[in-house]
């Protein structure tokens, strides 16, 4: 009994797996079914010529003429929280044994948050994400070679930090590769002092207003004058206090190009406010270009001024 039950549940599992695959065959469809028919691929491939019009590299100014794109694609939404704390690219080679193409400490993308716990519970949206090769001599199978990567999507909402301190140099050690670098945010400068070192002097006019009965030279609108280091009487120059200010700056369009970059110099256009000078802010010392004198008895050449005004510009 027992082996008859064994072949019956075989027979069975035939029979079962049979009708299965009649059911998987290919079925022609009709030009209408057809046309009935819409559906979307998982996966894309595409391929840039280095001759085609959206060939951006051939477009770049001195860039490579003969470098084509193999682009890899996810027809798809991807939702990611990542946290990558050493990521190390194209380390030793050609470039160097002993540093990396790309080093990059503290790695994190996530959904925006301003705070760790936001951070945490939200995820970065990625849509269409792909993977790009960079291929020279495309057309030479002999000659082929892959000297680039890019892993990106065709639209990203998150946010994508580096480091951990931002007083402190850190989070991206080494950097390669071309970069077109759009951005904005807020700087703070630093408070300071002007007037007490070398070469911090300002050159203007003023006007110097005194009873023209009592003034025999010197006195008048578009007085010539310096203010600043060295100038005035001794211990007359105390220099300005320039409060810490926050200043709103953008970056277009400014390109990072290199191999294994320590630091890159991007620069930044940034909106100064309105800068408060009052009397507590110190006074500078004074040196007119002519003396002013006052009924041949006094004349005076060396002074300082205390300012209450705003700096604009």
């Known amino acids: 009994m027992f082996k008859i039950k064994i072949l019956c549940l075989t027979f069975l599992s035939l029979g079962m797996a049979v009708t299965h695959a009649d059911f998987t065959h290919l079925q022609s469809m009709s030009d209408e079914q057809l046309s009935e028919t819409t559906g979307q691929a998982l996966m894309s ?177 578009n007085v010539g004058l310096q203010a600043g280091y060295g100038k005035g009487t001794s211990g007359s120059n105390t220099g300005l206090k320039i409060p810490s200010m926050v200043a709103p700056f953008t970056v277009n369009g400014a390109v990072v190009q290199g191999n294994r970059l320590k630091s890159a110099d991007v620069m930044a256009k940034a909106n100064i406010p309105d800068i408060p000078i009052t009397s507590n802010s110190g006074q500078l010392g004074v040196s007119l270009n002519n003396s002013v004198c006052v009924i041949f008895l006094v004349c005076v050449r060396d002074t300082f001024i205390k300012l209450n005004t705003t700096l604009s510009g």
């Open 45 to 221: 491939l595409s391929y840039i010529a280095p001759t085609d019009a959206t060939n951006l590299e051939a477009k770049r100014v001195n860039g490579d003429t003969n470098i084509g794109f193999y682009k890899l694609g996810l027809e798809a939404e991807l939702e990611i929280n990542a946290n990558i704390r050493k990521l190390q690219l194209g380390c030793g080679g050609v470039n160097g044994a002993n540093d990396c193409d790309i080093d990059i400490n503290n790695l994190s993308l996530s959904g925006f948050g301003n705070t760790n716990n936001e951070r945490v519970s939200s995820s970065a949206k990625l849509t269409n994400p792909f993977l790009e090769f960079a291929i020279k001599n495309p057309q030479s199978a002999s000659q082929r070679e892959i000297i680039g990567l890019r892993l990106s999507a065709e639209k990203a909402l998150g946010l994508l930090t580096v480091g951990t301190n931002n007083d402190v140099p850190n989070g991206i050690n080494t950097l390669s590769g071309y970069m077109v670098v759009n951005g904005y945010g807020n700087a703070t400068t630093k408070d300071g002092v002007f007037g007490l070192k070398s070469g911090e002097t300002v050159s203007t006019t003023a006007n110097v207003d005194i009873l023209s009965i009592l003034c025999t030279s010197g006195c008048g609108p």
